[in-house]
């Protein structure tokens, strides 16, 4: 699928610039569980929510239990050098990425001796 601006996060300086495609494929896991929030958020910014109420949403669909929580092993391909990733960084390089719940850095091992986050 292609990825628009406001599937970034509810600060993020790029949120609603129309320029941002993102090339974006999920593996399974990633298809079952990020992609519906990839969904919902669409759905609500279709609808004309402005971006605080549009994340109250998505906080409520969680709640409700009409958004599951990130499976194991979610991930996504962004192999696409034409993708558009936003003004600051324009055309971005080919990688992956790995979905993880939100938790601490301290507890991924964030400034840790010998850690590379």
């Given at each position: 699928?292609?990825e628009?601006?406001?599937t970034a996060g509810?600060?993020?300086?790029?949120f609603?610039?129309?320029k941002?495609?993102?090339?974006?494929?999920?593996?399974?896991?990633?298809?079952?569980?990020?992609?519906?929030?990839t969904?919902?958020?669409?759905?609500?910014?279709?609808?004309?929510?402005?971006?605080a109420l549009m994340f109250?949403?998505?906080?409520?669909?969680f709640?409700?239990?009409?958004?599951?929580?990130l499976?194991?092993?979610?991930?996504?391909?962004m192999?696409?050098?034409?993708?558009y990733?936003?003004?600051h960084?324009g055309?971005?390089?080919?990688?992956?990425m790995f979905?993880?719940?939100?938790?601490?850095a301290?507890?991924?091992g964030?400034?840790?001796?010998?850690?590379q986050f």
């Amino acid at each position: 699928m292609v990825e628009r601006s406001w599937t970034a996060g509810i600060d993020d300086p790029d949120f609603w610039n129309p320029k941002l495609r993102g090339a974006i494929c999920f593996n399974a896991p990633a298809a079952r569980t990020y992609l519906p929030l990839t969904i919902k958020k669409t759905e609500l910014v279709l609808a004309g929510r402005l971006r605080a109420l549009m994340f109250e949403g998505i906080k409520f669909a969680f709640g409700k239990t009409k958004l599951s929580p990130l499976e194991s092993g979610a991930m996504c391909y962004m192999m696409s050098k034409r993708s558009y990733l936003g003004d600051h960084d324009g055309h971005w390089h080919s990688h992956l990425m790995f979905f993880v719940p939100l938790t601490n850095a301290a507890a991924r091992g964030a400034n840790s001796p010998g850690s590379q986050f």
